[in-house]
């Protein structure tokens, strides 16, 4: 379904745009029908730059993004508009993603008269309230309040009912429960569950291992915007390979050992606070990686 090859971004920073920020580099993995694949890394490991390239929020510095084998880059029209109703995506904050002046279902309103002009008002009420039923919302108690009388937890149900809305192929969840306490959280990862065994498609973009385990049956580390290992989520979490994903997975908090007890990332590996910035991951990041199959189903990247 999904296909990125070699995609990479240069962000113009500093005064006058005078120097030149690798956001991603040469990244290429893909999304398959009805599979779910997390993207982990830290803050800054270019996560959201793909997931906004994905969603034609920002344009493709080089390489190639493709759905069903075309680019992106070329639709135009009613190719982007249909690709809207395959595609769509769901972001961390969401209070963000709506007009406090308007009421939080106008943007159902907004879909309709864009996607559904020919829809009559009842047919298009009893979608809305199955989409909502969907994602575990009552129509009565949400239907018609403000942003601010909703929860976090209920203002991302309502956007990914609006992808349900429009039976979309493919979602782009980037950092969508992060904002939430723990047994929202839960309730949404279910709703994704519950949409992903009906076929949909999820790009699970987080930091957090714990989710992306639960989540996805494939998984793509990130370390300084390149792919540092790839694979069967199983495999990559049981034997992670590469020191970055090691020290990521040393990193997790234990439920069974208290913090002082615990030396997170030490040894060979380091603490993550002496990797972040040093000259030798600045070094590391300038080289050419290749992904090598280290078993079925399981990649690792290696300097050349």
Known sequence: MLSLDGVSKVYNVGTFGGKQLRAVRDVSFDVRDGEAVSLIGESGSGKTTIGKMILRLLSVGSGTISIDGVSIA?????????????????????????NPIFKADRMFEVLRQEFYPEASEKEWEEKVHESLR?????????????PHQLSGGQLQRFLIARACLLEIDLLVADEIISMLDASTRIDVLNVLAD?????????FITHDLSLAYY?????????????????????????????????????????????????????????PSELAGSTAEEALADERHTLTQAEPGHFVATSG
């Not at 969907?134 to 403000?146: A, R």
């Not at 949409?195 to 790009?203: D, E, P, T």
């Not at 390149?226 to 020290?247: D, I």
């Not at 913090?259 to 060979?268: C, F, H, P």
Request: charged share 25%; proline share 5%.
């Open 74 to 98: 070329t639709l135009r029209g009613s190719g982007l508009k249909e690709y809207y109703r395959k595609v769509q995506g769901v972001f961390q904050d969401p209070f963000s993603s709506f």
């Open 195 to 203: 949409l992903k065994s009906g076929g949909l498609s999820l790009l």
């Open 134 to 146: 969907c994602v575990g919302l009552n129509p009565e108690h949400v239907l018609h309040k403000f």
């Open 215 to 271: 989540i996805s049956e494939r998984a793509v580390i990130l370390q300084r915007g390149r792919v540092v290992e790839m694979g069967l989520t199983e495999r990559v979490f049981r034997n992670p390979l590469h020191p970055y994903t090691r020290m990521l997975m040393a990193s997790v908090p234990r439920l069974d050992k208290r913090w002082e007890d615990t030396d997170y990332g030490a040894g060979e590996i380091g603490r």
